[in-house]
């Protein structure tokens, strides 16, 4: 029983590229979510899914996009990457009541 | 939106020390989790304790829903304890994503 597992663990990227970043859940939960945390900000909302097929924005969208085609699966992409966005991310799942974490994305935008 | 304060923002104490760790939420709530953050990271799940009184070995939290507010203990800290604890509520609406407080930063001296 893995949890919650994010992968890759590290990116570097220059300004315009894009990439996905992939969050797994094992433990059959309905909602998943997608943060990123910034020096002293705490964790932000980006995105989040309450089922398989549905996505929803959070608190700071822009920049990004998910797809939840599997309910297991909960994908954010960067469509062209911008140094704002330099950031670490946190994918997090629950079903009802407890939230679990993965381990947690840096990704810097050079 | 629901507001979460965590307070002190930095604490600095000697190995063996115990220390209180507060936060303090604007509405009320159904649930609330403690985390700590290793200096890897890694969000660690501590306590989800929506009231009342939990403890897990040197560690304990009591949340008092009624008055808005939960206290995390920790007896005869240890450099592991280092790190940044964050609380953490669910948002009001159907999302149930969960708002973060800032975090205490606490740093734990041989």
């Known amino acids: 029983n893995a949890g919650v597992t994010q992968t890759p663990k590290f990116r570097v990227l220059k300004t315009g590229q894009s990439m996905t970043l992939l969050c797994a859940q094992d433990?059959?939960?309905?909602?998943m979510y997608w943060y990123r945390q910034d020096p002293g900000m705490g964790l932000r909302l980006i995105h989040y899914?309450?089922?398989?097929?549905?996505?929803a924005k959070g608190e700071v969208p822009d920049g990004y996009n998910v797809s939840r085609l599997k309910k297991q699966n909960f994908l954010l992409g960067l469509e062209s990457a911008a140094p704002s966005q330099t950031s670490v991310y946190f994918c997090?799942?629950?079903?009802?009541?407890?939230?679990?974490f993965g381990q947690g994305t840096r990704l810097t935008v050079v | 939106g629901i507001q979460v304060e965590q307070s002190p923002p930095d604490l600095i104490l000697q190995e063996g020390a115990n220390s209180t760790l507060r936060c303090n939420f604007s509405?009320?709530?159904?649930?609330l989790q403690w985390f700590h953050q290793n200096p890897w990271g890694q969000l660690i799940n501590l306590f989800y304790?929506?009231?009342g009184t939990k403890q897990n070995g040197r560690l304990s939290a009591t949340t008092v829903a009624t008055e808005r507010y939960s206290l995390l203990y920790i007896s005869s800290s240890q450099t592991t304890d280092s790190g940044v604890y964050f609380c953490?509520?669910?948002?009001?609406?159907?999302?149930?994503?969960?708002?973060f407080g800032k975090g205490t930063k606490l740093s734990v001296k041989p």
């Open positions: 509405d009320s709530v159904n649930n």
């Open positions: 304790i929506p009231s």
């Open positions: 953490a509520v669910p948002h009001g609406g159907s999302q149930g994503n969960l708002i």
């Open positions: 433990m059959n939960h309905e909602y």
């Open positions: 997090a799942s629950r079903r009802v009541g407890e939230a679990f």
């Open positions: 899914s309450v089922g398989e097929g549905t996505t």
